[in-house]
């Protein structure tokens, strides 16, 4: 048993590198949605260490990547917003998947100011997605250095990708306002229930302090959407 687990992880080695397994799990994007292959990378000196793909449409851009060995979730943002956002403005899988099941009672939750109610609705909200989201396959596993790993979390992704950001793929984002002020509440939840940071009054009014340049993306959002 141990000889062929051996031979299997040999096999594994012998992959042809990150870029390959994106392309055979997310070429749906160029073949259903038109998307184009914008920009690749990956680094050659450290298996499935660094790399990524983005994809791109006069809309739309999707990015999945592999970050210091661990396969992060993909990223989609407009793509009015390269260049010009600071980096800001690309919203990942997971978050869009948890926007999209959850309710608007849900997610007005995770607004609250009170940091009571902030630690009841993570525990509701975000927590729960998370288990949901293992239905799919889709399962953290840091430091992945297998071809098998890397493919079958791919696959994952792609499936949940294609059900749950249909219309982002589409080049649709007349729901990004919503989309993105649930990821600017949820990140401020996160940093409250965590407690990140000390030396400081843990409030939902101090958090929001540590990231003015979100609320001024989210600010430009509101505006353009003609909320401000």
């Known amino acids: 048993m141990q000889l062929r687990g051996s031979l299997s992880r040999e096999a594994d080695d012998l992959t042809t590198g990150f870029l390959p397994l994106v392309h ?77 099941v959850s309710t608007p009672q849900e997610r007005s939750r995770l607004a609250s100011r009170d940091l009571g109610e902030l630690k009841s609705a993570w525990r509701s909200v975000v927590k729960e997605r998370r288990l949901d989201l293992q239905h799919f396959g889709v399962v953290r596993i840091p ?35 919503e989309l993105c002020e649930y990821e600017w509440h949820r990140l401020v939840a996160g940093e409250v229930v965590n407690n990140r940071r000390w030396g400081e009054e843990l409030s939902v009014e101090n958090v929001e302090l540590r990231f003015p340049r979100l609320r001024a993306y989210l600010e430009r959002l509101r505006s353009e959407a003609g909320q401000s």
């Open 24 to 100: 055979a799990a997310f070429d749906f994007l160029e073949d259903e949605y038109g998307l184009a292959t914008m920009t690749e990378d990956e680094d050659k000196t450290r298996r499935f260490y660094g790399g990524f793909v983005s994809y791109a449409s006069d809309r739309t851009v999707v990015t999945i990547a592999v970050d210091r060995g661990v396969l992060t979730s993909p990223a989609i943002g407009r793509a009015k917003d390269v260049g010009v956002s600071g980096g800001l403005g690309h919203i990942n899988l997971d978050r869009i998947y948890e926007f999209t």
């Open 143 to 177: 430091a992945q250095t297998f071809e098998s790993e890397i493919a079958a979390g791919l696959i994952a992704y792609a499936r949940v990708l294609k059900e749950y950001a249909d219309p982002y793929l589409r080049g649709d984002f007349s729901n990004w306002v």
